[in-house]
């Protein structure tokens, strides 16, 4: 019950202090174009034999930061008692064919882009390291962060598809350019279901565009025409082949494991936490908010991906002898819990879900991140060799044991209130798929416990190559993603001041994800019998 | 101001033969040549755009001045001035007469847009193919012979279908080849004339699988020479195609089955050769056949919004596939020869990055705008399974761009051997490399600038009839 009221309360906090102070019409398009611009502009700047790397990596982290500080004046101006989108943009961009140039957000969206900015700065973190052609990396991280925020902003199908199809190519050059050995494969792999997941979009909306009159791909009017079942039912199928092959969901998971082992750290901290978190925003703006008919036909199927994935994720893990590997497909397992709380089609599974993408972006970065740290100061990645390193990376053994309770969603962390309204949320409506995603949960915590019991508290390999602990840049890029992780857990409603209702400075992402929620849930809200009588 | 309307033919015209004349003067009086015929094509652009908004015929009706004529005309000098500005004519055997091969093809394709019959439409297209003839033989005889054989066939084709329909319309204008369409019914003695002449076109434009006779002359000839070939002499064919599509709408049967053949196989093709390939030329050369497949599509919607998305595409795509093989100068040789670009070379590199990305198709850049503008015509036009090939092509298209540009950015140039070997850096020139940000600048900037574009493109189309 309590759950249910967090979810469907529409809350109405009292103005954290501060709002309303400084507030900007093109908040969304700035953090969008800023990233852009930067990263023009350090293309610019002269860097003759590498002379100025520390400035570009500077650079790009103190845009992070301008983007974070940006997206914190959004956060503390968003209006949590209004359930449209906010934030809104809107000019004509080609009439022709009715597309515009559309953003907004809604509490699901924001709570997106307070993940990517997240995202960003630990990325940039990440990737302090690189020491190869180092403006290049870090103007190719910065676009990829813009398309991120621009996926997530866009309200407009044309604005979608092209934003999702950016992503593309910054991701691509920098798996080849600065990837491990088999960076080759794990490139075109990318590509390819990538290039496969925006070619389903695409005919998604063509579809949609096609069968709504051909006037507009502005999702207030293309998402919201009256379609008929078979077409919904396309445009559907399209969109979960699109979702399916960004979270990643079985079978259409074939690029994780290589991209998440062999890519650059900060490039697979970027991919593992937000933009493949863009597959399950795409499900829950596209098909659940918008093509209830379609969505409740389909919801049995995306619940087997779900529990498929789940399952398939965790025996592969327990059998990997490659500790990146393991994490790669442990790090399927939060998308595949988002997609199951889609899939339930209940309001208090569906707030699950939103607040999943969330907590499953920065689980999933942080089991990626962590699994690379050890890896690369271990000096393997072989899991025969690696065993009781607990004494010696204490550090790392702390992160390790959170990114795993935060994979399981136990009480104290974020991800524990997002599991529990989707099992809660969906055991009504999917009882089957509820029991298969809790069993896949059980062999997914017995993968990890098996991983950490050998990796940290086994028995010490004396053969395995010198360790040594994370470093203090180390330490900072896992503290953020894990130190959020346990903030949203600790204060889901934001941290209040003692003894009254007033919000200190942050009016809490429950609070913020539950903007618009309502409106996405009121298909699926069952019947109230007492009202029938 | 009806008298400025042909300014810009009249200065293509007289720049081409100046050019000419200008090949045997001595060498140090052509230093600035390239840039003189860079202004004179950017001032024939400024009047084409400030004079041509005027709706008029000339020459008895032979020319007609419209919104399509605008578009079209202003696309190619766009291309033309552009590719004369990147070109490296150090590494062009004959920079007079390659300039003036250049502006004379351009003049073809403003013949074919301006056009009323099918002479017009004949005349136009040869021309620009037989300045193609002309550079490919500067540089490589037997290229230019075995291009001539293959035109000839192209030319013989396009003459036979166009005598075929003129005998069955009874008249070779296009309007009133439009009228008589429209009171016909479709007919075997239309259907396989059109079917030769639109083959003639498609063999001009070098589509899949007609490309056996113009690549190797592409790859062979000098860089400008390429462009010719792969850019200009692929927008007169596409114009042509646009034109007479136009005049044969009431009679979609006639021309749009084959017309999606065509496009199909194009699409996927191009895609598909140009991830195989290796070389950056030919891989342009594929890429840029997979761009001209989609313009295709949008002709075989035979619906007005279908010609407009295609109309705005086939300016994206003129600009790119022309000046593409300019801009990689010497880089025929291979792969290698682009590596390290992006350090040595930093603007022409990014000037390439973009072209190959465009005609691939990818976000936020002019190729994509345009594909997808076709795409959404496809899609109300019902034509789901051309759509889908149209993605597969694009998907292999991006990664066979993303290949290319690993080369220019990711790759460590190569070592002085290699260089001297054959993949010579291009010459740095003020012109070279503001003509490479500007090339830059028109690619990036054409989606930002989509609206009025597509708005003029969407005109063009309903002056050639379409509502």
Redesign the interface.
Known sequence: MILAGIALASPTPAAVPGAGIFTSPLILSLSIWVPVAVAIGM?LIPNPRGRYDTLMKQIAFFTNLGIVFILFIAYNQFQTFLPGMQFEEKL??????G?TYHLGVDGPGMTMMVLSGIIGIAAVLASWGVRE?VR?YFCLLLLIQAAVNGAIAAHDM?VL???W??V??PA??LM??WGGPRREAA??RL??YW??G??AL??AT??A??ASG?SS?DMDVLLKATLTPRVQLAVGAALIVAAATRLPLFPLHGWARDVYSDAPLGVSVVIAGSASRLGAFLLLRALVASNPDAARLLAPFIAVLAAVTIGYAALVALRSVDLRSAAAHLAMVPGAITVFGLAALTPLSIAGAVLSMFTGGLAAALIVATAWTLSDRAQTRSLQLLSGLAPRMPILTWVFVIAALALLGVPLMASFPAETMILFGSFKTQPVGAFAIAAGLVLTAVALAVLVHRVLFGEPNHDAPAVSDASLRETWYLGLLAGALLWVGLFPGGPKLPGTEQPIFDAGLINIMSAGLSDIASPYVPPNPAATQ | MRNYVLVPEALVVAGAVLLVLLGRAPRRSRRWAPLVATVLVAVALAVELWAGATLSTYLGGALVQDRFALFAKAAVLLAAGLAIAVTDWSDESAPAIGMAMILLAAFGVMIVASATDFVGLWAGLELAAAAGVVLASVRRADLGLRLLVAGGVASALVLIGLAFVYATTGSADLSTVRRVAASATDTLPLAIPVFLLLGGLAVRAGLPPFQFARLPVGLGASPLGAGILIGLVAAAALTVAFKISAALLPLPAAFSPYLMVVAAVAMVGGGAAALATRSPRARLAYLAAGQVGWVAAGLATHYRIGLGASLFLLGAFVVAATAGPAVMAGADVGEFALAGMGLLRPARAAGIALVFLSLAGVPPLAGFFGEFAVASALAQSGAFWLLALGLLGAVMSMAAAAGTLRAIYLQSPPDENRRAAGARLPVLTRLSTGGAVALCAVIAGYGVFANPIISLADQGAEALGLR
């Open positions: 293309n004509p961009w080609l009439p022709s064919i597309a052609r290049s044309f598809v092209l934003f199809g950016a593309i190519i691509a050059l080849l350019g490139t075109w590509v390819g290039g496969l925006t070619a695409l005919v063509m579809t565009y096609a051909g791909f």
